[in-house]
Nanobody, 128 residues
Framework: LRFSCRRWGGLVQAGGSLRLSCAGS????????IGWFRQVPGKEREGIAC?????????YYARFLKGRFTVSSDNAKNTVYLQMNNLEPMDTALYYC????????????????????WGKGTQVTVSS
């Protein structure tokens, strides 16, 4: 399983928006649960959101997001997106997408320990 992650946009100011995409190859996104996670140096990786495969479509979000981020997918492109709005400096982190088979508790609990496949991180920096 391979991921190609991309940030659509550059440095963003507080209050701005940014979109990340994660394209998969070697597997069908719809058959997996796809999660987004982020990590700041010196801190533990934290879960942001997770979407079960296309057949289910259930999506789980971290409560601290307060509705600012949205996950969507384009199954034809085997790509998952993370739309981030009203960004805050505290959102600055290295963002990752990850996949796991669509069963178990890793996705709904946003538990990064339960994710099996990881893409390379994409840096998001939000200035104040």
């Amino acid at each position: 399983l391979r991921f190609s992650c991309r940030r659509w946009g550059g440095l963003v100011q507080a209050g701005g928006s940014l979109r990340l995409s994660c394209a998969g190859s070697g597997f069908t996104f719809g058959d997996y649960a796809i999660g987004w996670f982020r990590q700041v140096p010196g801190k533990e990786r934290e879960g942001i959101a997770c979407m079960f495969g296309a057949k289910d479509g259930s999506t789980y979000y971290a409560r601290f997001l307060k509705g600012r981020f949205t996950v969507s997918s384009d199954n034809a492109k085997n790509t998952v997106y993370l739309q981030m709005n009203n960004l805050e400096p505290m959102d600055t982190a290295l963002y990752y997408c990850a996949a796991t088979p669509p069963y178990g508790s890793a996705c709904p609990t946003l538990n990064y320990h339960g994710m099996d496949y990881w893409g390379k991180g994409t840096q998001v920096t939000v200035s104040s």
